[in-house]
């Protein structure tokens, strides 16, 4: 039997659920929009946050998949899990601008003896890029949690991804999570023999979870694609023809674009920030 986790109390799905295409089965208004569409908006507001100069668009973006979240009712404990990766990041990027970009000192100090100077000019660097970050890692959550991985592997077919860029991808999702429940087996075999207890243990306990987790993506590997030949597997995946976009789609994912253009021209030329 699975070991499914411990259970959420807001959706009665599993932490691993939470991971995977739990949220983006729900039956909602954003759920059931096209998912090409969906995609192609995404990729707008990604590139629009990566050309922005100001801090206006990527926290506007911020916040309105912050208020879709809410809409759509997303855990917050899921939404945090996600995020947390991002802030380390954001955190590590200020730091190293603040202290490496020159320009008007406003903090100086010595660490292990060397002489650190932080500045005006490399904190708001740092924070411009986190907020790119976060921005972009928003719009990415917002399309996980509104859409099946499937749906937004067979709409980056229809854009023209090559099938088998598309194909191992697919794989690498389908597997990700056995190979992730097999690590979390074995941390917590280890744990009930007291594998973490000291400096040396935990470094020995990590290097054999970290070899049997190779061996066994190996192992699965070789079955799967066994499995698949059995199966009819002669170089790709057969796949569903998508139907094509009806007008009314088509004005819609327009609209959407234009907004999105517009409200990138206001931030930038006319905010302040």
């Given at each position: 039997m699975r070991r499914r986790g411990p259970v959420h109390k807001n959706c009665g799905c599993s932490t691993i659920d939470l991971v995977c295409d739990q949220l983006a089965a729900r039956e909602d208004v954003f759920t059931r929009l096209d998912s090409r569409i969906k995609l192609l908006m995404a990729l707008e507001a990604m590139v629009c946050i990566a050309l922005s100069q100001k801090f206006a668009f990527p926290l506007a973006i911020l916040g309105g998949c912050i208020v879709l979240c809410y809409r759509?009712?997303?855990?917050?404990?899921?939404?945090?899990?996600?995020?947390?990766?991002?802030?380390?990041?954001?955190?590590?990027?200020?730091?190293?601008?603040a202290t490496l970009r020159g320009g008007l000192p406003i903090w100086q100090g010595e660490w292990v003896g060397v002489r650190v100077v932080v500045t005006r000019e490399g904190v708001l660097a740092g924070a411009m890029s986190g907020a790119k970050v976060f921005g972009?890692?928003?719009?990415?959550?917002?399309?996980?949690?509104?859409?099946?991985?499937h749906q937004i592997f067979r709409a980056m077919r229809w854009m023209g991804v090559p099938r088998d860029w598309l194909e191992i991808a697919n794989l690498m999702y389908r597997y990700l999570f056995s190979i992730f429940e097999c690590a979390m087996d074995l941390v917590a075999a280890q744990r009930l023999r007291l594998g973490y207890c000291g400096a040396g243990r935990v470094l020995k306990s990590a290097t054999e979870v970290m070899g049997a987790v190779v061996i066994r993506s190996v192992d699965q590997a070789m079955r799967t694609h066994e499995a698949m030949v059995l199966r009819?597997?002669?170089?790709?995946?057969?796949?569903?023809?998508?139907?094509?976009?009806?007008?009314?789609?088509?004005?819609?994912?327009?609209?959407?674009?234009?907004s999105i253009a517009v409200l990138y021209y206001i931030t930038e030329k006319i905010s302040l920030i």
């Open positions: 759509i009712r997303v855990p917050w404990r899921v939404a945090f899990s996600r995020m947390a990766a991002p802030l380390m990041m954001v955190s590590v990027l200020v730091l190293l601008q972009s890692v928003a719009v990415l959550f917002l399309l996980s949690v509104t859409t099946p991985v009819g597997y002669r170089g790709y995946m057969p796949a569903l023809r998508i139907a094509p976009l009806t007008r009314v789609e088509w004005s819609g994912m327009g609209m959407a674009a234009v």
